[in-house]
């Protein structure tokens, strides 16, 4: 008897144990890997190495040797490395700032970015953020911050946040 009551013991334990597990988020399980050393596979081909600097609503920072990148967390297949940890403590105020929110902050610091679009076909635009909406940001490109070869102003491109895969931010 004492043996059956310690196999359902330890039954009741991992049913509750996947109970809890159950709940938990890719957010929370990133956020338990702040710091740490992760490869992320991303949606359009791409794999990123670097360390988790910053975990945000629905994005992530990397510092990578060549730089800062943010990706969109619905742009990354899956991820490997860091720790075995479900729930890490991120800051709550970062958990709460929008991908908007960094763009809002390259604009302000007017860093130069790289952004790779979705889709998997290499388009890419590079620039400045010149200003960002609610679902949008407008950079004015690299190549065409003043005029074109006609001698046109050519007007800063809108891009909507669904078809952003990655941002690399210029060292």
Known sequence: MEAQKHRDYEADARELRQLELSRVTAADRLAAQLGQSLTIHGATGDIWRGRLATLGLGWLQLTTDAGDLILPLTEILYWEGGNHQAIGEAQEVSRKLTLGSALRALSSAQRHIHIHHSGGQGLTSSGQVRSVGADYCE?????????????????????LFSSIAAIRVAG
């Open 139 to 159: 950079i004015v490109v690299m190549k065409a911050q003043k005029e074109d070869a006609r001698g046109v102003r050519v007007a800063p491109r809108c891009i």
